[in-house]
Nanobody
Framework: VQLQAFGGGLVQAGGSLRLSCAAS????????MGWFRQAPGKEREFVAA????????YYADSVKGRFTISRDNAKNTVYLQMNSLKPEDTAVYYC???????????????????WGKGTQVTVSS
């Protein structure tokens, strides 16, 4: 499967951005989708995940209440709505796909089956 994330940019603290990730190459609804991020000098970390059905969104504690993951299986796209952004949210954001929900919610990057290229999000203070 091929994944392409886009929608990043520069935003002031407190602002919002919506990331999108378009998928192609296999039945989109078969895959659970997730978002990860990697800040300079840090390891890639889990942000959010959603089941292939579109139910059971799951979030890292650091973004809970501020970020919302959703998907449109008719458009083969997963979204990450990011509100109340903070400077510490600055990172390259990646979308990922996994066939196993347990693997997705464990949040370990090496458990993912597919990765997209990242999109930069910069939050200024």
């Amino acid at each position: 499967v091929q994944l392409q994330a886009f929608g990043g940019g520069l935003v002031q603290a407190g602002g919002s951005l919506r990331l999108s990730c378009a998928a192609s190459g296999r039945t989109f609804s078969s895959d659970h989708m997730g978002w990860f991020r990697q800040a300079p000098g840090k390891e890639r970390e889990f942000v959010a995940a959603i089941r292939g059905s579109g139910f059971s969104p799951y979030y890292a504690d650091s973004v809970k209440g501020r970020f919302t993951i959703s998907r449109d299986n008719a458009k083969n796209t997963v979204y990450l709505q990011m509100n109340s952004l903070k400077p510490e949210d600055t990172a390259v954001y990646y979308c990922a796909a996994a066939a196993n929900w347990g693997a997705m919610t464990r949040g370990r990057p090496y458990d993912m089956d597919y990765w997209g290229k990242g999109t930069q999000v910069t939050v200024s203070s």
